[in-house]
Structures are given as structure tokens and as C-alpha cells.
């Protein structure tokens, strides 16, 4: 997506995509959360979801920041790189799901 293209609107339309794809999955182990958490824990394990998913986001910023400046990767070379991580997250997380229905 992103690091193939150097055309704004391709950039737009990949964000897009990626954006729509990561809304899904967010909402669905949220809904998941939910429905398997007692009432009494649910507000720690949302509020577990979060933090954890703040986190990831900073550690993805950061790991972004230092591939960038200290391992003099490219925007582009980034990435893709953390497009393969998140195909190979897909990936697996596609084997377990069909495991466990």
C-alpha cells in the first residue's frame, strides 16, 4: 500500500483501506471483550484494551522513528516493513480464528 506509492491519492486510498481493516478488527475484540467478561471485570478489561492498545501504538511510533533515524531506513522501506508484520499478525490470527469456530 503506502510504501509502494508516491501519488497522494494512493497514499489516501491505502490509508483508507488499512484504516477500515484495523476499525474492524478493533470493534470485533471489543465486542468479544464483552461478551466474555463478567460484569464485574468489564471495566478492567477495557480498560486493559486500551492501555495496551496505546501502547502499541506509541511502541509502533517509536520502532518507526528509530528504523528511520538510527537503521537509516527509508518512510517507504518502514512502511513495508511494519505492512509485512501486520500481514503475518493477519495470517495468524486468521489460523487461530478458524481453529477455534
Known amino acids: 500500500g503506502m510504501s509502494q506509492f508516491d501519488h497522494f491519492i494512493w497514499i489516501c486510498i491505502s490509508t483508507s483501506v488499512r484504516s477500515a481493516g484495523s476499525s474492524v478488527v478493533w470493534i470485533y475484540s471489543s465486542l ?31 520502532l518507526g522513528g528509530v528504523l528511520q533515524d538510527d537503521a537509516s531506513m527509508t518512510a517507504a522501506q518502514v512502511s513495508l516493513l511494519m505492512a509485512i508484520v501486520a500481514s503475518a499478525t493477519l495470517v495468524i490470527w486468521g489460523m487461530y480464528f478458524s481453529r477455534v469456530r
Open 32 to 62: 468479544l471483550l464483552q461478551k466474555l467478561s463478567s460484569t464485574s471485570m468489564l471495566g478492567r478489561v477495557v480498560a486493559v484494551d486500551y492501555a495496551l492498545a496505546m501502547l502499541s501504538e506509541s511502541a509502533s511510533a517509536l
